[in-house]
């Protein structure tokens, strides 16, 4: 089996790329062959068996990602994307690498299988970037996507074409809306979500961390385990049975900040809780109010994603995947 | 005021240029110049005492797009697409045409605006072919759209740029989704859903119709005049009120074809409804069961949108504005 990670050198690729070094196979098939590519060409993975490729690829160049594709990868994972921020700071930008980028993937799969059959699995790494202010409580799997970020539409438009394009049978594809990701390893950024995850990660290793919104905040989280989790299960399960709706929020947990805060209390103790430093930033308090809160992931959850239970459990990932099973 | 109608040579494009010219006004503004362009050269209209343009234009040629909205038309209508059962026959066609076309005219709007500043109000139409069954029995404002059709994707996707430039602020958009036409001028022809105006155009001038599928099925319908009405109050009402979600369900008439029969025996007797054959198609029966029945479009009221009152004014509308008033 020949996988293909477009997108390799970003967080989750990065880990995915381990996750499947490490297992070997992928839904029971081995992997005989890894092709990791992005714009920042990715590191050449050791101990893995099979053949690697990696490669520098830019997925706004329609011929380079025709290139790739040639090579006929069973499975397609495509992560790639500019965030957020700069799709909004960059509109052309944006569309060129996010919309046109992921385009460019899907017709390179379907040109290439029209001569000879090539039908492979895409899972595609979406957000749930592609909801917007107001909504319920808990967001339900039928409510609409209704952006309010170049980057979510973009996604949104990826979705619709990911849902057509294995309609109409060139791909068998999924698009899957990750939670925001908690803990990010890493340097504390500038992102607005940064917070949620500098509150956890610096504590943990002795350092002061800024809270920019209150302890009652809520919003939706899956750990970097559990996001490679969400795309290693899209790649191997049955998709027959989403029949055309392809798209799928997946499970996440929904969590105050005050609770993430508990946790890190029994994690590392009152000493730890004492380095988050409160701040109040205006901005960033009405970028997050906009946010979604929880979801009704009831589809996810019967196809069998399986999200973290509790921040404890995230803080543990962390500690094990991150700082070598402890807090310093 | 500048008007552009992209699409004019259409069934509504021309409806809504021959209202527009008859009105020689658009909310409260005097219409100086019309520009009509389709890829078919619409008809130069009579009887306009401004400047008119008529106009070849394939709106997937950027360049010839970019020409056009170099004039600056200050209100841009556009209805150009290729339809349904074409762009699932002819697939590139149908991205090329339908999402590369919506996004020419978008793209040349924004880069017209990069000097100086151009934000004209630019009216979209889409389709219920946004959604996809299955569905409530009446699909409410914030359902999901999960077309079915590469159609129907084409114009979720379209929506969706309409909403992100108006968000960018490079146009002051609106997507209206329109019900399906009824009832449509013109000849019987193959598409799916052409029974529902057969069944009423041709037995009121005398002639047979099939009727292919069961009394009982429900639909949504909207007569030309009222779909021109949506068209016109979309150019001219204040969109502000709709913040950043610009794609709007219009409302419409459920009825059931045995609705529509009665009105047609009312308005043309039992010697018209005999010219209606049953002679149900299994192939359309299918197709339609995956159709809306009827949408809750609380917000397009709310908004000062009107549909059709009843299948009576449905054809008393056709009566007037095709037959010259009744039946023959």
Redesign the interface.
């Known amino acids: 089996m020949h996988v293909l990670i477009v997108g390799a050198s970003g967080m989750i690729g990065r880990k995915l790329a381990q996750r499947l070094i490490r297992d070997g196979v992928l839904g029971g098939g081995e992997i005989s062959a890894l092709t990791l590519v992005d714009v920042t060409a990715p590191e050449t993975p050791e101990e893995f068996a099979g053949r690697v490729s990696v490669e520098n690829l830019d997925v706004a160049d329609p011929r380079a990602v025709e290139g790739v594709i040639a090579e006929r990868p069973d499975v397609i994972f495509h992560l790639a994307a500019i965030v957020s921020g700069e799709a909004e700071a960059d ?1 052309e930008k944006g569309y060129r690498v996010n919309l046109d980028g992921a385009r460019n993937i899907l017709e390179a799969v ?1 040109r290439e299988g029209r001569d000879s059959a090539y039908r492979p699995r895409l899972v595609f790494a979406s957000s749930i970037a592609v909801f ?1 202010a107001p909504f319920p409580e808990r967001i339900g799997d ?7 970020t ?1 980057y979510g ?1 973009q996604k ?2 990826s979705e ?2 990911v ?2 394009y294995t ?2 049978g060139f791909i068998d594809g999924v698009a899957i809306r990750l939670p925001t990701i908690c803990v990010r390893p890493g340097k504390p950024n500038k992102a607005a979500s940064g917070f949620f995850s500098n509150i956890l990660r610096e504590p943990l290793v002795g350092l002061e961390a800024v809270l920019p919104v209150s302890e009652d905040v809520r919003h939706w989280h899956a750990s970097p385990r559990a996001a490679v989790g969400f795309m290693v299960h899209a790649a191997t399960m049955d998709l027959a049975a989403m029949g ?2 392809r798209a799928l929020t997946m499970p996440g947990l929904s969590a105050t900040v005050a609770e993430q805060i508990e946790a890190l209390r029994r994690a590392a103790g009152e000493k730890a809780v004492r380095l988050i430093r409160s701040e109040p930033d205006p901005a960033i308090i009405t970028i997050v109010e906009g946010w979604p809160r929880a979801f009704d992931a009831r589809r996810a959850l019967g196809l069998g994603f399986r999200a973290d239970s509790s921040f404890d459990e995230i803080i543990r990932i962390h500690l094990e995947d991150e700082l070598g099973g402890r807090a310093q």
């Open positions: 509109f379907r917007g039928q409510f609409f996507t209704t952006p309010l170049s539409t949104a438009i619709l074409l849902c057509d309609r109409r055309a709706r």
